[in-house]
């Protein structure tokens, strides 16, 4: 992370100097937001709702709080129940001017490192663009039989309307509590859905923020590479290994592998979503990185050991949500 970067994402935690400085900023930010809420509200922007319904997993605090790993377990759990469900997601950092949906050969440079770990984890329909609505659209018309679609972020996406929603927060809660660029938050704390849209509370760290439910998150037992052998995590106990993250907070993934009893001779932390199509190790240790990122190594490096993240919601939060999926399909239609 470029250090100036990183000296506002500290900063965000307390009202100090840089951020009080910052602050009238978020008054434009405020104007903006109340001006594009209004513009929707009013009719000058349209608004689409879908005919199934809508469940968006995403976050008010600007950075990664471990949304996509959530939306891995509800698209596994509806589809065990036997739901047929298709993810969309916006495809960070790629030309998502237009809508494309993942293949499972799909290149992360062209649809985002996210959406084709969504494909690969859970082979369902995952379809990306900037534009959620056309996306969803084009995911119906492609598979009429979906009854689900789950969206990877966009809770702040009017464009597209969303009967439920999941808002993921980590350790840092609301930081400071100011909107940016003085704080991290990308629109004012308590938020407000339009009826009837229902919203729960998730977090995904180790500290509850307000009423949110846990979600439990554990390294897998089972590593994988890109030549599709798998290896005991535990069996690289005793050896040197080096790991690399390009995550939103990389450091966590570090010290889960180290809890595991790992040690870890190098560690490389990289912005979340850097680009990894030209990235070598010149050490001799084994590689483990995260899902996300083996999706971007392997096709040049399938050495390179992925472990996955596995996560589960509480059974209590779980029914509540099948028993909304299920009410909302019968008002759908």
């Known amino acids: 992370m470029h250090p100036t970067a990183h000296l506002l994402r500290q900063s965000w935690q307390t009202k100090g100097w840089l951020t009080r400085l910052l602050w009238p900023l978020t008054l434009l930010s405020r104007a903006w937001l109340f001006l594009n809420d209004q513009s ?6 349209a608004s689409i709702r879908l005919p199934v319904p809508v469940l968006v997993v995403g976050n008010v605090v600007v950075g990664g709080t471990g949304k996509t790993p959530i939306v891995v377990h509800l698209a596994d759990y509806f589809q065990r129940r036997g739901w047929q469900v298709g993810v969309i997601t916006r495809g960070h950092g790629v030309d998502n001017r ?4 993942v293949q499972r050969d799909s290149a992360a440079d062209q649809v985002g490192d996210e959406a084709v770990l969504v494909k690969q984890r859970c082979k369902i329909p995952v379809f990306v663009g900037r534009q959620r609505a056309l996306a969803a659209q084009a995911l119906l018309q492609a598979y009429p039989r979906t009854q689900l679609i789950i969206s990877d972020d966009g809770l702040q996406h009017h464009a597209m309307q969303h009967d439920i929603a999941l808002c993921v927060f980590d350790d840092r809660a609301l930081g400071n509590g100011w909107l940016l660029p003085a704080g991290p938050l990308r629109e004012p704390w308590p938020r407000h859905p339009r009826s009837p849209t229902r919203q729960y509370l998730v977090h995904t760290g180790l500290h509850a923020f307000e009423n949110s439910h846990a979600a439990s998150r554990q390294l897998s037992a089972q590593a994988v590479n890109g030549k599709g052998q798998t290896r005991t995590l535990d069996s690289f106990q005793g050896q040197a290994v080096q790991a690399l993250a390009a995550i939103a907070q990389p450091e966590l993934f570090f010290q889960a592998l180290q809890a595991q009893g790992l040690t870890l001779a190098a560690t490389h932390a990289l912005p979340d979503h ?15 990185c995260t899902e996300k990122d083996a999706v971007k190594l392997w096709p040049h490096f399938p050495q390179a050991w992925a472990v996955p993240l596995d996560c589960q919601l ?5 029914n509540q949500l099948a028993q ?5 399909s019968s008002r759908h239609g």
């Open 274 to 288: 850097a680009p990894l199509n030209q990235w070598q190790s010149t050490r001799p240790e084994q590689l483990l």
């Open 314 to 318: 509480p059974d209590a939060l779980l």
């Open 324 to 328: 909304d999926v299920q009410r909302l």
């Open 40 to 45: 929707y509200l009013f009719g000058w922007r």
């Open 98 to 101: 237009r809508v494309q949906e």
